[in-house]
């Protein structure tokens, strides 16, 4: 009885310090988190991070420092106002898209962008400024912000928006939370029917048949994915499941019901042998395979439809104790078909890429100096965290994304070495100066900026 | 249905307030700091509070107060039909050992004033034909421990008020629902390290929703808490004392 009846009723005093990671579960950090109410800056000038539900993967809500300060934004989530005429959503950064769509779905709003996941802030959604399924048809989340509130470094509340403190808003839209604490977003929601979506599938034999079908799909879809195998090799590189669906209206839909959410917890680290590469090329395999090439479609709940992960909570625990690397980068439509192949195969020969890896054609890039996605296409996948290995292949891909003028998602990295980075980013001069205007002493840090920025540890 | 809920703006009852703001009802806040009101009326007219979220002074340390709260809060939404008290004050054990002013504080709110509230609201509710008072004891209540036995202590004589209060009133239409949170991640718990079964303040507020329509007079939340005191409150308490409790 004594130990676990004495934790389970009487919480120790909390040690000051918590680990502090980001989704992928490494790096991990030690920092002093606070979950204020009502979002300001803390007396003093010490650095801090912002903080939302900690979905990004890598270090950039990490803090800068051992022991830094980290300011989690997810109880400061109320909603200002909603305007049902115009979709008009006007809320703190730390309302969440879960509580948006459990809110707006029923009254007929939907986001307008949704990343992969709906356990992400409003406020992340703006500074890593998030990209969807509908990207080639609508922009990045940027693009739906009217105006954001921040608590900038000298202590001010700045109100900005893409006509006003113009180049503050550009510096903050996928600015990584390092402009200025983000307090209060309005942003525009979109009309829907209900909560039902189409679904069509289709299997695809190689890379340029699932290219070519983004690229047809595109037209008439506002929203279109590929999952693929990438596993496979040679002739079969890029092989995968095409999908595109929107958003059914009510005849279509008719008179389902809503299933009961089903969620399952995974309750504990997995070992690392469980997703060894034998197990993961035939999952691959069997999750190509099973759909084979026919087109199918169907109606599903925009849970389904867009976060089949949620559903398992705390899935990053199948990559055992050291995490997972994830990788995203995006390549420019003017360097072809050629360069995605390349960084397919070498990751199938290197055997380590896991579970399908994700493909999108992107539309056109934002205004925003550091908003990851450009006219093109996008790959992202899980690397389970082996080490060096691992962070020598991340390298050995960002040479070749560099190469074709290609940049890496911060909201995914943590390993991305600074000149790279630089490279990379043909604007990051210009945010690097809107920055030293803001925020000259660095008050906005994170361990990510330590590392691509070189800002002081 | 028409509740004043004290305590709105913050952890527990903010989420509370959006539960019932979200299933129609009319709100109105007494509270003591009225500089978040604005923020929270916004966010619960937002989620589909009818009408506008009126407040008005309440301090659960002043009781001197409550009969004009009371009353403002009959004339905003043109009598209540429901309470629902989610304030209270919370420190450490070694704080309130510490400090017998703050544990006075803590003892009058949390018992005092909460009691006192209750007590005036039901016979208003009663006189006019039943109703329903709801407010938060705490696990903690159940059974003494040694190290958060002045806190326990203020939720344990709560506990007996309230269920004294619907042996009362019962008959006359005015139930009562007693909420026993075990440990909630709230603002009031951020000095603390979650235990396990933490809860979430939004399923607490989704179970005692639940106990406000269905008549239920206790609601452990979360519910596993409701078996772990039945084996606790069964101990001896010769073994509690050599665990330590």
Redesign the interface.
């Known amino acids: 009885?004594?130990g676990a009846?004495?934790?389970?009723?009487?919480?120790?005093?909390?040690?000051a310090l918590e680990d502090v990671a980001g989704w992928g579960r490494y790096p991990v950090g030690r920092g002093r988190v606070e979950?204020?109410?009502?979002l300001d800056l803390p007396a003093g000038g010490e650095p801090l991070v912002p903080r939302g539900l900690g979905r990004a993967y890598g270090d950039a809500a990490v803090p800068y420092a051992p022991g830094g300060l980290v300011v989690e934004s997810t109880?400061a989530d109320?909603?200002?106002?909603?305007d049902p005429a115009s979709g008009r959503l006007h809320c703190?950064a730390g309302l969440s898209l879960a509580e948006i769509l459990r809110?707006f779905v029923p009254r007929g709003w939907f986001p307008p962008v949704t990343p992969g996941t709906k356990f992400v802030t409003v406020g992340a959604c703006v500074a890593c400024d998030v990209h969807g399924k509908n990207h080639h048809r609508d922009g990045s989340f940027g693009a739906f912000v009217e105006r954001l509130s921040l608590c900038t470094a000298d202590g001010r509340r700045v109100e900005c928006g893409p006509d006003r403190e113009r180049e503050l808003f550009l510096a903050t839209v996928g600015g990584m939370g390092l402009t200025g604490l983000i307090v209060d977003v309005t942003l525009r929601l979109g009309r829907i029917e209900g909560p039902w979506m189409v679904l069509e599938t289709q299997g695809m034999p190689s890379l340029d048949a699932m290219l070519e079908g983004l690229r047809l799909s595109a037209a008439h879809w506002p929203y279109t994915v590929g999952w693929i195998d990438c596993l496979a090799r040679g002739a079969s590189v890029g092989r995968g499941i095409l999908m595109r669906g929107r958003h059914a209206t009510q005849v279509e839909a008719g008179l389902r019901r809503l299933p009961r959410s089903r969620h399952i917890d995974v309750p504990f680290d997995a070992p690392e042998w469980l997703l060894n590469p034998l197990f993961m090329r035939w999952f691959n395999r069997l999750y190509a395979w099973s759909h084979g090439t026919a087109l199918r479609r169907r109606i599903v709940s925009h849970d389904a439809f867009f976060y089949p992960l949620d559903a398992v909570g705390g899935w990053n625990r199948l990559y055992g104790r050291r995490g997972l690397l994830q990788y995203q980068c995006v390549l420019p439509r003017a360097a072809g078909p050629r360069p995605v192949a390349i960084l397919l195969e070498r990751l199938a020969v290197a055997g380590a890429a896991s579970f399908l890896a994700v493909i999108k054609d992107c539309g056109p890039a934002s205004d925003a100096y550091l908003s990851f996605p450009m006219e093109g296409t996008t790959l992202a996948l899980d690397l389970p965290n082996r080490g060096a290995v691992t962070e020598a292949l991340i390298h050995d891909l960002n040479a070749t994304v560099v190469e074709h003028g290609g940049r890496v998602y911060l909201a995914k990295d943590a390993v991305t070495r600074p000149e790279d980075f630089a490279r990379m980013m043909p604007r990051l001069p210009e945010w690097r100066a809107v920055r030293d205007r803001w925020d000259p002493q660095r008050r906005f840090r994170s361990a990510q900026s330590v590392r691509v920025l070189g800002d002081p540890a | 249905v028409k509740v004043a809920i004290v305590g709105a703006?913050?952890?527990m009852g903010?989420a509370l307030a959006r539960r019932l703001a979200?299933r129609g009802d009319a709100l109105f806040a007494p509270l003591r700091e009225p500089a978040?009101l604005t923020?929270?009326a916004?966010?619960l007219e937002?989620?589909g509070a009818a009408g506008a979220v009126g407040h008005a002074h309440l301090d659960l340390g002043q009781p001197d107060g409550f009969p004009g709260a009371l009353d403002a809060a009959d004339r905003a939404l043109a009598r209540v039909d429901a309470l629902v008290v989610t304030g209270g004050l919370f420190a450490?054990q070694e704080e309130l050992a510490a400090d017998s002013g703050r544990l006075a504080a803590l003892l009058h709110a949390n018992f005092t004033g909460t009691v006192l509230l209750c007590q005036q609201t039901a016979e208003r509710l009663a006189a006019r034909g039943g109703g329903l008072i709801c407010a938060f004891a705490s696990?903690?209540g159940d059974r003494a421990?040694r190290?958060?036995y002045l806190y326990g202590a203020s939720k344990a004589g709560l506990a007996v008020f309230l269920e004294g209060l619907d042996h009362k009133f019962r008959a006359q239409g005015l139930r009562t629902v007693c909420v026993k949170p075990g440990?909630v991640k709230?603002?009031m718990?951020?000095?603390?390290?979650?235990?396990?079964?933490a809860g979430e303040p939004d399923a607490v507020a989704r179970q005692v929703v639940a106990a406000m329509t269905d008549g239920r007079h206790e609601v452990y939340a979360p519910g596993i808490w409701r078996a772990?005191m039945l084996v606790?409150r069964a101990?001896p308490r010769a073994?509690l004392r050599?665990?330590?409790?």
């Open positions: 009885v004594d009846v004495e934790r389970l009723i009487a919480p120790a005093p909390e040690p979950r204020p109410e009502h109880r109320r909603i200002r106002s909603f703190e809110v | 703006t913050r952890g903010r979200e978040e923020l929270s916004q966010d937002a989620r450490r696990v903690a421990r190290s958060n440990f709230t603002g718990t951020a000095d603390l390290a979650p235990p396990p079964f772990i606790i101990l073994v050599r665990a330590q409790f």
